[in-house]
Nanobody, 116 residues
Framework: QVQLVESGGGLVQPGGSLRLSCAAS????????MGWYRQAPGKQRELVAA???????NYADSVKGRFTISRDNSKNTVYLQMNSLKPEDTAVYYC??????????WGQGTQVTVSS
C-alpha cells in the first residue's frame, strides 16, 4: 500500500529553520528520485528539491543555498532542512516521486508558515 506521511511543519519567524520529514512506504520510495514540493495559496504546486536514490540532489533557484534535501534509505524517509526561511516560503509542503502527477496519490502535506 502506498503511503506518504509528511511532518515537521510549523510557524517560524523569518530567518528561522525547520526540518521536514517524509515517511514513505510501498513502491514510492524505490522510485529513481524523490522530491519535496510546495503549494502556496492560490498557486500551483512546485517542485523545490529532489534527490535520487544515489544521493544526487537538485534545487529550485528560489531555495538553493537555503534548503537541503537528504534521505535515509534504511528508514524509507526523506528530509528537508530549511534554513534562512522567508515569508515567501509559506506553503503546504509535500513529498513524492518526482514523476508524480497532480491526479495521483499525495499525502496530507505539512504546513509551513513564515511570519513575524
Amino acid at each position: 500500500q502506498v503511503q506518504l506521511v509528511e511532518s515537521g511543519g510549523g510557524l517560524v519567524q523569518p530567518g528561522g529553520s525547520l526540518r521536514l520529514s517524509c515517511a514513505a512506504s510501498g513502491s514510492i520510495f524505490s522510485a529513481y528520485a524523490m522530491g519535496w514540493y510546495r503549494q502556496a495559496p492560490g498557486k500551483q504546486r512546485e517542485l523545490v528539491a529532489a534527490i535520487t536514490k544515489y544521493g544526487s540532489t537538485n534545487y529550485a533557484d528560489s531555495v538553493k543555498g537555503r534548503f537541503t534535501i537528504s534521505r535515509d534509505n534504511s528508514k524509507n524517509t526523506v528530509y528537508l532542512q530549511m534554513n534562512s526561511l522567508k515569508p515567501e516560503d509559506t506553503a503546504v509542503y509535500y513529498c513524492n516521486d518526482i514523476l508524480a502527477h497532480e491526479g495521483g496519490y499525495w499525502g496530507q502535506g505539512t504546513q509551513v508558515t513564515v511570519s513575524s
